[in-house]
């Protein structure tokens, strides 16, 4: 099987791919503060909350795909501001109360969750994406449905939260292949009267 380090090395993920475009259409709202990026890979939305003025960590186990983080970080003038974490996520322990985003796209940590959702500060960010089961033919993503969300988990997932957007559609990934894709951002707060943010249109 190939691994992410040789993904990575031979080109075939895209080496520095733009950000999420749900995330940055919504992080204006976000807190200021401090970020995690989980299963980061080239660290595209890592970079972007760091240029956002956010003190970034980005964690994920390939050292070649940090590597191409490092570089892309560099590149942005946002070197000082990534730490950058070689670790195996399924075990790595989440600091509580730490973060005021947190990112976890395209990979399935739905059973981080728990600790995910405890390392947001109060009113934190929590933003999620990754693959859907889907009757459409898609080209990308993981080749059983075993690691894809089916139909309304993601949402359901994060119903402890106050989730301000939830979308499932077709959409074109960076490297110009079609994907099913669930997207969530959800806050750390409860009850029946909260502010909303103002985000621009799609
Ligand atoms: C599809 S890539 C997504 C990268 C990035 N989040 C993005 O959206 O471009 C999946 C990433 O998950 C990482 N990964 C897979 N299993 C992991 C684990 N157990 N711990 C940490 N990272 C892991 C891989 O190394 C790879 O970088």
Same mark, same amino acid.
């Given at each position: 099987?190939?691994?992410?380090?040789?993904?990575?090395?031979?080109?075939?993920?895209?080496?520095?791919?733009?950000?999420?475009?749900?995330?940055?259409?919504?992080?204006?709202?976000?807190?200021?503060?401090?970020? !995690?990026?989980?299963?980061?890979?080239?660290?595209?939305?890592?970079?972007?909350?760091?240029?956002?003025?956010?003190?970034?960590?980005?964690?994920?186990?390939?050292?070649?795909? !940090?590597?191409?983080?490092?570089?892309?970080?560099?590149?942005?003038?946002?070197?000082?501001?990534?730490?950058?974490?070689?670790?195996?996520?399924?075990?790595?322990?989440?600091?509580?109360?730490?973060?005021?985003?947190?990112?976890?796209?395209?990979?399935?940590?739905?059973?981080?969750?728990?600790? !995910?959702?405890?390392?947001?500060?109060?009113?934190?960010?929590?933003?999620?994406?990754?693959?859907?089961?889907?009757?459409?033919?898609?080209?990308?993503?993981?080749?059983?449905?075993?690691?894809?969300?089916?139909?309304?988990?993601?949402?359901?997932?994060?119903?402890? !939260?106050?989730?301000?957007?939830?979308?499932?559609?077709?959409?074109?990934?960076?490297?110009?292949?079609?994907?099913?894709?669930?997207?969530?951002?959800?806050?750390?707060?409860?009850?029946?009267?909260?502010?909303?943010?103002?985000?621009?249109?799609?």
């Amino acid at each position: 099987m190939t691994t992410w380090d040789e993904r990575f090395r031979e080109g075939e993920y895209p080496q520095d791919p733009d950000p999420s475009p749900v995330l940055e259409r919504y992080v204006d709202a976000f807190p200021d503060g401090r970020a !995690l990026d989980v299963a980061t890979g080239t660290g595209r939305n890592a970079v972007f909350l760091a240029a956002e003025g956010y003190a970034v960590d980005a964690v994920d186990q390939s050292r070649e795909g !940090l590597r191409i983080a490092r570089a892309n970080a560099a590149e942005r003038g946002v070197a000082d501001a990534v730490e950058f974490v070689q670790a195996d996520v399924q075990s790595y322990g989440f600091p509580a109360e730490t973060y005021e985003v947190i990112t976890v796209s395209f990979y399935r940590a739905v059973d981080r969750f728990p600790d !995910l959702k405890e390392a947001l500060c109060p009113g934190g960010y929590f933003f999620v994406q990754h693959h859907l089961r889907s009757t459409d033919p898609t080209q990308s993503g993981p080749s059983t449905d075993r690691y894809r969300f089916a139909a309304n988990e993601l949402l359901h997932a994060c119903l402890d !939260l106050t989730v301000v957007h939830y979308d499932e559609r077709t959409e074109t990934r960076p490297d110009g292949r079609t994907a099913a894709v669930a997207t969530v951002v959800a806050r750390k707060t409860t009850g029946p009267r909260q502010p909303y943010p103002r985000v621009p249109a799609e």
